[in-house]
């Protein structure tokens, strides 16, 4: 959806909208060089533009929501308590203003699917888009696996331990990846679904949390922050802060789901723009306010937290079942089951357009590439599902908390590693246009990140403070146990991967920095069509406050 405010200014808390009222619509791109592009991008076939406005809208509203926020916010409770959690989470979530805006500019202009990885390739180094495609890869392929054993925690509290692991995981992987038999308009209808259970679910929460803190139900007490002054609000020093950070990083995830979807999205103009305001608003409402409900209704020594001592829960069903209100845990346990699925067959979907696009860029074996008729990159698909299926079933062997906790470490490292680069590919973006004197950003509705270089600059900024709670995490155990060369490597094992592969890929084939003056700008760049400047046209006729409601509305 388009941004607000049309007018004109240098900086604004509205994202820049630039229409060229002198050239008229004549002066959206050079055509010739689109057209050569277009060759280019569907080389190895062509994905269907599957993704309406309407299921954009909701999908952006539902991303990401799974156990990071359903669940692991027990285990960063119980490692840092209150305070940490809530300085933590806060500052995590202003990374997806951040990495959003960085991203959707160049989106915008060239949305294809698996398009992270293409831009650094294509405006940084072959090497780098190996190494952090790679990465990426891996870290979402790993989700599958992470999401399947929080199934499992949310099963068994009606299973009560008599559902084995391995019945559970194979529920799981059978229900999450049977839609990607299907042809992708299936899996658009899917994710907007489950978007919508998990939007319901989440003002459900919000709603039952403020009754619960003012004393609801037949156990219920008012809560007066107990919470934060019987117990330490801040456990285990910066240790405790940097596991919430963590934590919080695999919760919100890398966004880079919004910008692939936008490459399969049939107006990414509108769509993204739209989802690039949206995403970020509900991840710092919905994420952070339940985070202060949490700290506020379920104390840090509590045995039921994940990573306590007891029986593994969701803070939230721990503070519906202290307030002895009946019926309402399980509602919540059957939305949450449905989040953890729909987050899983997300991760499916983002893994295999990253693999595809590192094939595409013949980054690997470029077969892997090929699109089928119904828009799936069908070898991609299966390699990362079988690879989802091996890491989900190695819980069995080696102990599911222990491996769990393996996952979510390498996909938290890989993640805002990725958002470094995320940020670097901005600036280098920038500085193609700027020495190929490339008008995009004055051509009809441009989209320009709003106060230019702010977001990659204050995406770096929070990306290697959280390198460093990285380091020091591996370096020093929670609970000041020692240094353990395990440890280290859980937690450096994301970073490493992209630094390793990188360097040693560059070794191998000896790539080249791209020059800004050459890098292409050409390959999946897409004008707006006369339907869609239509669309924007009318958009923009509409008042303000109808133009806000297309933000908030669930249809």
């Not at 891996?138 to 949310?154: P, R």
């Not at 595409?360 to 989802?388: F, M, Y």
Request: hydrophobic share 50%; glycine share 8%.
């Amino acid at each position: 959806m388009p941004d607000f405010d049309t007018s004109p200014k240098a900086c604004r808390h509205e994202n820049e909208i630039v229409k060229d009222e002198t050239s008229g619509r004549g002066s959206i791109s050079s055509t010739g060089k689109a057209e050569l592009g277009e060759i280019e991008e569907t080389r190895n076939g062509q994905f269907h533009r599957s993704f309406s406005p309407r299921q954009v809208h909701i999908i952006s509203l539902g991303s990401n929501i799974g156990s990071g926020v359903f669940i692991a916010t027990g285990k960063a409770l119980a490692i840092g308590g209150p305070g940490n959690m809530i300085i933590a989470y806060t500052m995590v979530c202003t990374c997806v203003w951040a990495a959003l805006q960085s991203l959707s500019e160049m989106t915008i202009a060239f949305p294809v699917s698996g398009n992270y990885i293409d831009y650094v390739d294509r405006w940084v180094d072959p090497a780098l888009a190996f190494g952090a495609g790679f990465a990426e890869w891996l870290g979402w392929t790993a989700i599958v696996a992470s999401e399947a054993g929080f199934f499992n925690v949310l099963v068994q509290y009606w299973a009560g331990g008599s559902l084995p692991l391995a019945a559970s995981i194979t529920i799981f992987l059978v229900a999450c990846l049977t839609i990607f038999a299907l042809p992708n308009k299936v899996f658009a209808w899917f994710e907007y679904a489950t978007s919508l259970i998990k939007i319901v679910i989440f003002l459900i929460i919000i709603l039952l949390s403020l009754a619960l803190v003012l004393g609801a139900g037949p156990s219920g007490y008012v809560h007066h922050g107990d919470t934060w002054t019987t117990l330490p609000p801040f456990l285990n020093g910066f240790t405790g802060f940097a596991n919430c950070a963590l934590l919080a990083v695999w919760a919100v995830g890398d966004q880079v789901f919004i910008g692939i979807m936008g490459g399969e999205a049939e107006s990414p103009r509108y769509s993204m723009a739209h989802a690039t305001k949206l995403v970020p608003f509900r991840v710092n409402f919905i994420y952070v306010v339940s985070v202060v409900f949490i700290t506020i209704l379920v104390p840090s020594d509590d045995d039921r937290l994940l990573g306590g001592s007891g029986v593994a829960a969701s803070p939230f069903i721990i503070a519906v079942q202290d307030s002895g209100i009946p019926g309402i845990a399980s509602i919540l346990n059957a939305g949450m089951i449905c989040g953890v699925v729909a987050i899983s067959a997300e991760s499916v979907y983002l893994s295999s357009r990253v693999l595809r696009t590192m094939a595409h860029q013949n980054l690997i074996w470029e077969r892997l590439a090929k699109v089928d008729s119904k828009g799936r990159p069908r070898l991609a698909l299966i390699i990362t599902c079988v690879v989802a299926v091996v890491l989900s079933y190695i819980q069995l062997a080696a102990g599911g908390l222990t491996v769990l906790n393996w996952l979510i470490s390498i996909t938290s490292a890989s993640f805002f590693t990725n958002w470094i680069i995320m940020s670097f590919v901005n600036w280098r973006f920038h500085g193609a246009l700027e020495a190929q004197h490339d008008p995009l950003f004055t051509e009809i509705y441009a989209w320009r990140s709003s106060c230019w270089p702010l977001a990659p600059a204050w995406l770096t900024l929070i990306s290697v403070f959280l390198l460093v709670c990285c380091i020091l995490s591996g370096i020093e155990q929670v609970g000041g146990s020692g240094f353990s060369a395990s440890n280290f490597f859980q937690y450096m094992l994301g970073f490493l991967i992209i630094a390793g592969f990188t360097i040693g890929y560059k070794i191998i084939h000896r790539t080249p920095l791209r020059d800004p003056k050459t890098a292409d700008l050409k390959t999946g760049r897409r004008p707006l069509s006369v339907h869609e400047i239509n669309m924007l046209d009318t958009y923009y006729k509409q008042p303000a406050w109808r133009r806000f409601f297309t933000y908030v509305q669930l249809w």
